[in-house]
T-cell receptor, first 115, second 112 residues
Framework: AQSVTQLGSHVSVSEGALVLLRCNYS??????LFWYVQYPNQGLQLLLK??????LVKGINGFEAEFKKSETSFHLTKPSAHMSDAAEYFC?????????????FGTGTRLKVLA | DGGITQSPKYLFRKEGQNVTLSCEQN?????MYWYRQDPGQGLRLIYY???????QKGDIAEGYSVSREKKESFPLTVTSAQKNPTAFYLC???????????FGPGTRLTVT
């Protein structure tokens, strides 16, 4: 069965440090991959997505992610954390099923940025 | 300004009452979705609609009902049959079925 695993439900980084949020998926075919950010009591906002083509994808707010097929990973990075990056981040995959698609969301990683 | 609106932001109900959550979009999207979010569980799909006048059950449809009479509206009713209705409910839409989803601000439902 297809799944999405986000390693670490909580991650803390110092302001200015590298942000690395991990996402691994299991799928028999390369899926579409997404990262969303959620601020408290708000909806999800799309940060970036991978569909086909270039495996390094740049998103909003200085985030980027690299699709690595051999590692079935789509980790999210940002070179320098800002206090405003504190939020919950969700990795999601879109997998094809017969006649339809299915979106699978990870359980989320809460990012804390320390001053 | 195009977007998805959900109302109300917070909703309180007594156990045994049905309650309807509103979701409206002016993005001219064909597909709409309802998700339930609980702490530590990510998002779980309740219902989805690929096109107006059509909808399908998601992974956790029991105790919920929807309608899609207009393209821009996809209300969700949480019935008294839902065993544990207290949660954060998110509505989303996409330009077509399978394309990336855009989310509304959510409704936090508390049932006591």
């Amino acid at each position: 069965a297809q799944s999405v695993t986000q390693l670490g439900s909580h991650v803390s980084v110092s302001e200015g440090a590298l942000v690395l949020l991990r996402c691994n998926y299991s799928s028999s075919v390369p899926p579409y991959l997404f990262w969303y950010v959620q601020y408290p009591n708000q909806g999800l906002q799309l940060l970036l997505k991978y569909t086909t083509g270039a495996t390094l994808v740049k998103g909003i707010n200085g985030f980027e992610a690299e699709f690595k097929k051999s590692e079935t990973s789509f980790h999210l990075t940002k070179p320098s954390a800002h206090m405003s990056d504190a939020a919950e981040y969700f990795c999601a995959v879109r997998v094809k099923r017969p006649g339809t698609y299915k979106y699978i969301f990870g359980t989320g990683t809460r990012l804390k940025v320390l001053a | 300004d195009g977007g998805i609106t959900q109302s109300p932001k917070y909703l309180f109900r007594k156990e045994g009452q049905n309650v309807t959550l509103s979701c409206e979009q002016n993005l001219n999207h064909d597909a709409m979705y309802w998700y339930r979010q609980d702490p530590g569980q990510g998002l779980r799909l309740i219902y989805y609609s690929q096109i107006v006048n059509d909808f399908q059950k998601g992974d956790i449809a029991e105790g919920y009902s929807v309608s899609r009479e207009k393209k821009e509206s996809f209300p969700l009713t949480v019935t008294s049959a839902q065993k544990n209705p207290t949660a954060f409910y998110l509505c989303a839409s996409s330009i077509s079925w399978g394309s990336e989803q855009y989310f509304g601000p959510g409704t936090r439902l508390t049932v006591t």
